[in-house]
């Protein structure tokens, strides 16, 4: 948490600590909206809807949609985009987002998206347009892209390796343990950038059985 939000505004530490503690983050998230921090009370509100079991659900999806305000006509485009997704349609929808509600928007639209069952293929092409961003990860995980695609994504890139590392997370969400080991030992090749796959590597690891990990250290992917 930012400092200088603590120090202005102590009531939001507790409520965080409270949220911490084993209770609902929602006031912690209504605290930093009103305080006019509403990409923290955002960054929150996802963190907490992580949890399977995470109470205030819906008043948390709905403190999000309110922090990107977003109307019902924009939840109704977002609903025909899910059924006839393309990045030709993604660009129409973006354009027109004001600059300081961008971040937010998008993310609440990739969510919304995902939630619908969009088709993740071209889902992962619209997030990435400008580059990779957290969201990349959760759709990587989400088993709705084909590692191909996001194998294809980080051709000729610099950062080659985190894109390598992003389709082995595709893999393993289908438990195509053969394409895991390969993107992986591929990702582990680039000398000092492998660095940019061990946020992968380092989720696949803690998540793998015994045989997989074996695996992964015959063909020489490090353990981070």
């Known amino acids: 948490m930012n400092t200088s939000v603590s120090d202005e505004y102590p009531e939001v530490t507790l409520l965080?600590?409270?949220w911490s503690n084993g209770g609902s983050a929602l006031p912690a998230v209504k605290k930093l909206t009103e305080c006019?921090?509403?990409d923290y009370a955002a960054a929150v509100a996802r963190l907490a809807l992580r949890a399977p079991d995470c109470p205030d659900r819906e008043r948390l999806e709905a403190a999000i949609a309110q922090i990107a305000n977003v109307s019902d006509g924009w939840v109704r485009a977002i609903e025909e985009f899910a059924n006839h997704p393309s990045e030709e349609r993604w660009d129409e929808l973006m354009r027109f987002v004001p600059a300081e509600e961008h971040y937010q928007r998008f993310r609440y639209t990739l969510a919304l998206l995902l939630s619908l069952?969009?088709?993740?293929?071209?889902?992962?092409?619209c997030a990435t347009k400008i580059g990779m961003s957290s969201d990349a990860f959760d759709?990587?995980?989400s088993g709705t892209v084909d590692p191909e695609v996001i194998e294809a994504r980080g051709e000729g890139s610099a950062a080659r390796p985190a894109w390598l590392g992003l389709a082995a997370q595709a893999a393993f969400a289908r438990n195509d343990r053969w394409s895991t080991l390969r993107y992986?030992?591929?990702?582990?090749q680039y000398g000092e950038s492998s660095v940019l796959s061990w946020a992968s590597i380092s989720e696949i690891r803690?998540?793998?059985?015994?045989?997989?990990n074996d695996e992964l250290?015959?063909?020489g992917v490090p353990r981070v």
């Open 16 to 18: 965080l600590r409270h």
């Open 36 to 38: 006019g921090y509403g």
């Open 117 to 125: 069952h969009c088709d993740g293929n071209i889902l992962f092409q």
């Open 139 to 141: 759709l990587a995980r």
């Open 184 to 188: 992986l030992r591929e990702a582990s």
């Open 206 to 212: 803690s998540e793998a059985d015994e045989e997989l």
């Open 217 to 219: 250290d015959r063909v």
